[in-house]
C-alpha cells in the first residue's frame, strides 16, 4: 500500500513538471514561428530589392539600345 499523502505529493510535483514542460513547448513554438515569419520577411525584401536593381539594369540597357539606334539612324550619320 502507498501513503495517501506521499502518492498525492508525486502526483501534484508530476502535474507541474507536465505544465512547465507544455510552456515551454508553446513558448519554443512561438519563438520558432516568429523566427520563420522574420525569416520569410527578409526573404521578400531582399527579393523586392533584387526585382528593383533588376529593374534598374532593364532600363538602362533600354536606354543604351535606344541611343545606339539613334546614333545609327541616317539623321545621326549625316550630323558626323
Excluded at 6 to 20: I, K, P, Q, S, Y
Excluded at 35 to 58: A, G, H, I, M, T
Amino acid at each position: 500500500d502507498y501513503d495517501p499523502v506521499v502518492v498525492d505529493h508525486v502526483a501534484n510535483e508530476m502535474v507541474l513538471a507536465l505544465n512547465a514542460l507544455e510552456e515551454d513547448f508553446v513558448k519554443a513554438e512561438e519563438e520558432e514561428k516568429k523566427r520563420l515569419e522574420e525569416e520569410e520577411k527578409r526573404r521578400r525584401e531582399e527579393e523586392e530589392e533584387k526585382n528593383k536593381l533588376w529593374e534598374v539594369e532593364k532600363m538602362r540597357q533600354e536606354d543604351k539600345l535606344m541611343q545606339l539606334s539613334l546614333d545609327t539612324t541616317p539623321e545621326a550619320k549625316g550630323k558626323e
